[in-house]
């Protein structure tokens, strides 16, 4: 499990408002918190039930979509 050592900034009546985190404990919640999206967008993926396609063709297809924008 991360370790977080957080600082909290608080109002006049002591309410906490915001949190300050060391950069590297930023970096390491934000490139979970990416992981974890990737999993959701795969888990969905696998429930739509639409036939896959070889990631050579998916590359081909965008690279021609992209030749017909300009």
């Known amino acids: 499990m991360l370790n977080l050592?957080?600082?909290f900034?608080?109002?006049k009546k002591?309410?906490?408002?915001s949190v300050v985190l060391p950069m590297k404990e930023f970096n390491t919640i934000m490139?979970?918190?990416e992981e974890l999206e990737d999993i959701r967008l795969y888990d969905e993926a696998k429930q739509v039930n639409e036939p896959s396609i070889p990631?050579?063709?998916?590359f081909k297809m965008?690279?021609?979509k992209r030749k017909n924008k300009k």
């Open 5 to 7: 050592h957080p600082q």
């Open 14 to 17: 002591g309410t906490k408002i």
């Open 62 to 64: 965008l690279d021609e």
């Open 9 to 11: 900034i608080t109002d």
């Open 55 to 58: 990631i050579e063709k998916a």
């Open 31 to 33: 490139e979970n918190l």
